[in-house]
C-alpha cells in the first residue's frame, strides 16, 4: 500500500521543496491543497491552467511522489452563497484539470451550518442539511463525469455527514461511479464514542466496501476530556485492529497522514509501515 502526507503539514514552499521533505521521509504520494502548500498558489477559480498542473505534476513526479488527492474542501452549507458558489466553481476547476496533475481524485468534506467553524450545529444534522449537500455533491458529480474525473467525500462527527450511514446514503442518492469514499477515523469520534472506534470502523468497511480510495491516519490521547490529535504510534488509534482489515479490504487505497507535525513524521511513518509489513 501507497503511505502520502498532506504535503502542506511540512509548511508553505515550492513544490520541488515538498516533494524532496515528503520523499526524504519515504512517502509514496501526497494530499495536495495548493493554497496552503504552494507558495503564491490563491486557490481561488481560475488560477489553474494545464500547463501550471502539468508543473506541479512534474514536481513531484521527478522525486517519485504520487498527486492521490487535490485537497479543495469548501463548506457546501455556508451562510455566504455567494462564498460556496466560489468554491464550488474552484472545485470543479480542479475537476477539469486533475488529469493533468495525473491525480486520482479531488476532495472534500461535508461542512457544517457553523460557517468558517466546520464544528457540530444540530442543523447539520437534519434533513434540510442532508438535502443541501446533496444538491451541491450532485452537481459536482455530474461535472466529474462529464471531466472524466473522479472525486471523493469525508465524512465528520461535527459535519452535515455525521456518521458513515449519513456519507453513504450521500453516495448512494448521488449514484455516481465518479464518487468516493475518504475514511477518517478519527473525524468520527468524540468523547462520547471514542472507545467504539472498531465499531465504526468496521462500519465504514461494510457500507464503502471497495469504494474507499483513502485513509486519513491519525492517532489521538484524552486530555481534559476531549480528543486531541498526536504523533501517530503514541495514542490510542487501534492500528493493530485496523491495518490488517484495511490492507485486506482496500489494498489499493492510500493511506495519508493528516496533522502530522513535521518532526513526527519519520517515526510515525515507520511505524504504519512496520504496521503493514507485519501483515504481509
Not at 78 to 92: C, M, T, Y
Request: with cysteine; aromatic share 12%; proline share 2%.
Amino acid at each position: 500500500m501507497k503511505i502520502g502526507v498532506r504535503v502542506h503539514d511540512f509548511g508553505k514552499s515550492d513544490a520541488k521543496t515538498l516533494a524532496l521533505k515528503a520523499k526524504n521521509v519515504g512517502f509514496d504520494a501526497v494530499q495536495l491543497v495548493l493554497n496552503k502548500a504552494i507558495e503564491g498558489e490563491t486557490g481561488l477559480a481560475g488560477s489553474l491552467s494545464k500547463e501550471k498542473a502539468e508543473g506541479f505534476y512534474k514536481a513531484f513526479a521527478d522525486e517519485g511522489i504520487k498527486i492521490a488527492m487535490l485537497g479543495a474542501y469548501f463548506n457546501p452549507v455556508h451562510s455566504d452563497k455567494e462564498k460556496v458558489k466560489s468554491l464550488v466553481a474552484k472545485f470543479k476547476e480542479h475537476l477539469k484539470y486533475e488529469h493533468d496533475f495525473k491525480a486520482d481524485f479531488v476532495g472534500s468534506e461535508t461542512g457544517s451550518f457553523n460557517d468558517d467553524k466546520w464544528t457540530y450545529n444540530p442543523l447539520n444534522r437534519t434533513e434540510e442539511a442532508f438535502q443541501e449537500v446533496k444538491r451541491i455533491f450532485s452537481d459536482l458529480a455530474r461535472c466529474a463525469e462529464k471531466e472524466n474525473a473522479n472525486m471523493a467525500i469525508e465524512g465528520a462527527f461535527g459535519h452535515c455527514m455525521f456518521e458513515p450511514k449519513a456519507l453513504h446514503r450521500l453516495v448512494t442518492e448521488i449514484n455516481s461511479n465518479n464518487v468516493y469514499y475518504i475514511v477518517d477515523i478519527y473525524n468520527y469520534l468524540a468523547i462520547s464514542n471514542y472507545e467504539h472506534q472498531r465499531e465504526i470502523f468496521d462500519e465504514c468497511l461494510e457500507l464503502f466496501k471497495d469504494r474507499i480510495v483513502i485513509y486519513h491516519i491519525k492517532d489521538f490521547v484524552v486530555e481534559d476530556g476531549a480528543l486531541k490529535q498526536c504523533c501517530i504510534g503514541k495514542g490510542l488509534m487501534d492500528f493493530d485492529y485496523m491495518i490488517p482489515k484495511i490492507k485486506k479490504a482496500t489494498p489499493n487505497a492510500y493511506l495519508i497522514f493528516e496533522g502530522s507535525k513535521p518532526e513526527d513524521m519519520e517515526f510515525s511513518y515507520k511505524f504504519i509501515k512496520g504496521k503493514l509489513e507485519e501483515n504481509n
